[in-house]
């Protein structure tokens, strides 16, 4: 059984306040109108997909999936299911270091985005200086917000 279906039914219990706070931040520093299309890579439950306008997650655990309420898509990242530049926004809060590859991810998610993109990025995973530099050969980097346990990277195309 995957990880994160095992822990599904305590998922929000364990972590809604902490995601909720970084959701709190990417909108913040985000410009959203109810016209504004987003994908949400890595959706799990759902707590990362609330920001007032068309929303869809997309995340391999059909556990967490069953209890997100969104518009969602059970898939990974490495292969998204949708045309290219297709949302205005693409965001991955806390997940993208679980992806099998980053690298095709990454590829991916450039792809099926216009322009804007969010990365939440756990400092403490043993993939964080990959996934930045991943991320900073990839986009243009705006901005980075220090959260207590991520870095946020709000990027652009290059």
Known sequence: MDYYDFIAKGYDELHREEQSNKLLIIKNNIKINKKIRILDVGCGTGISSGFGCFVVGIDPSIGLLKQN????????????PFKNYSFDYVVSITSIHNFKNIKKSI?????????NFVFSVLKNSKRFDFIKNLIEKNF??????????????????Q
């Open 69 to 80: 309420n969104n518009k969602k898509i059970l898939g990974v990242a490495e292969n998204l």
């Open 107 to 115: 590829n991916e998610i450039k792809r099926v985005g216009k322009e």
């Open 140 to 157: 243009r980097i705006i901005k980075v917000v220090e959260e207590e346990k991520d870095s946020i990277f709000f990027c652009g195309l």
